[in-house]
C-alpha cells in the first residue's frame, strides 16, 4: 500500500501537481502511524494475555498449595484441641481429689500424653514463596489477594509461637522437674497414695501454663486457618472468571 502511494506521489511531482503530491505524502504518513499503532495495540493484547495466563497459572497453583496446607493445619489444631481438653481434665483432677484417685493408671497415662501433644505447623511454602520472588505477586490483579499473600508467613510465625513456646518451657523446665518426680510418669506406680504428686506446685504450674498458652495458639491457629480459607475462595473467584 505505501509502495503504491509512493508511486502516485511521484507521477504527481513529476506531473508538477503539488497539492495532490501532499495529499498522498500526508495519507502514506498516517498509514504508517496508523500500522505503528495497530502493531502496538497487538502487542499490547498479547502482553495482557500472556500475562493473564500466567496470572492463572499462579493462582492454580496457590489455590492447590494453600488446600494442602489448610488441611495440614486441621490436623494439627485438632490434635491441639486434644491436648487443650487434656490439659482441662489434669487441671480438674488436681482440684478434685476424688476425680484423681477414682481414675485409672492406664485413663490417667493416656490423658498425661494426649495433654503434651505440641505440633509445629510447617506448610509447604514452595509455590508463595516463588510466585512473591520472582515477582509474579505483581500479576495478580486482585489486590486483595496481593496483600493476603504477603501476610501469610507473618501469621504462620504467630500461630507457632504458643508451640515454640511450649516446646522450649517443656525442655528446660517440664521433663527436668518430672525426672525428679518419677511417680508422674511411672504410670505402673502410681497409687492412690502418690497421685497427691500431681498437686505438686512446679506441676500445677506447668499444667496451668500448658493449658493457658495452648488456647492463645489455637486462638491464633484458628484465626491463620480462617485467613487461609478466605483467601482461598478469593483465588477461586478469580480462576473461574
Do not use: C
Not at 33 to 59: C, P
Not at 77 to 83: G, T
Not at 100 to 116: A, G, H, P
Amino acid at each position: 500500500m505505501i509502495k503504491f502511494f509512493r508511486k502516485i506521489r511521484q507521477n504527481l511531482l513529476a506531473e508538477g501537481k503539488t497539492g495532490k503530491y501532499l495529499k498522498y505524502a500526508f495519507g502514506e504518513i498516517l498509514l504508517v502511524v496508523i500500522g505503528i499503532l495497530i502493531a502496538l495495540q497487538v502487542s499490547n493484547w498479547n502482553k495482557k494475555r500472556i500475562d493473564s495466563d500466567s496470572e492463572k497459572e499462579a493462582l492454580f497453583d496457590l489455590n492447590t498449595e494453600i488446600k494442602s496446607n489448610i488441611k495440614a493445619l486441621e490436623i494439627i489444631i485438632a490434635e491441639h484441641e486434644k491436648s487443650l481438653v487434656a490439659g482441662k481434665d489434669i487441671k480438674s483432677m488436681i482440684i478434685d481429689t476424688n476425680k484423681l484417685n477414682s481414675i485409672s493408671n492406664d485413663s490417667l497415662q493416656s490423658i498425661l500424653i494426649v495433654m503434651n501433644y505440641n505440633y509445629t505447623y510447617d506448610p509447604k511454602l514452595g509455590i508463595l514463596n516463588s510466585v512473591i520472588n520472582s515477582g509474579k505477586i505483581n500479576l495478580i490483579q486482585n489486590k486483595d489477594i496481593r496483600y493476603m499473600l504477603s501476610s501469610i508467613n507473618e501469621l504462620i510465625i504467630d500461630a507457632n509461637e504458643s508451640t515454640e513456646v511450649i516446646e522450649k518451657l517443656r525442655g528446660e523446665y517440664y521433663w527436668p522437674m518430672i525426672a525428679s518426680k518419677r511417680e508422674i510418669v511411672d504410670y505402673n506406680k502410681l497409687t492412690r497414695d502418690n497421685k497427691t504428686s500431681f498437686r505438686n506446685p512446679e506441676f500445677v504450674w506447668w499444667v496451668d501454663f500448658n493449658t493457658t498458652v495452648r488456647q492463645e495458639g489455637l486462638d491464633e491457629e484458628y484465626e491463620l486457618l480462617e485467613f487461609l480459607k478466605k483467601i482461598n475462595v478469593l483465588i477461586e473467584t478469580e480462576i473461574k472468571k
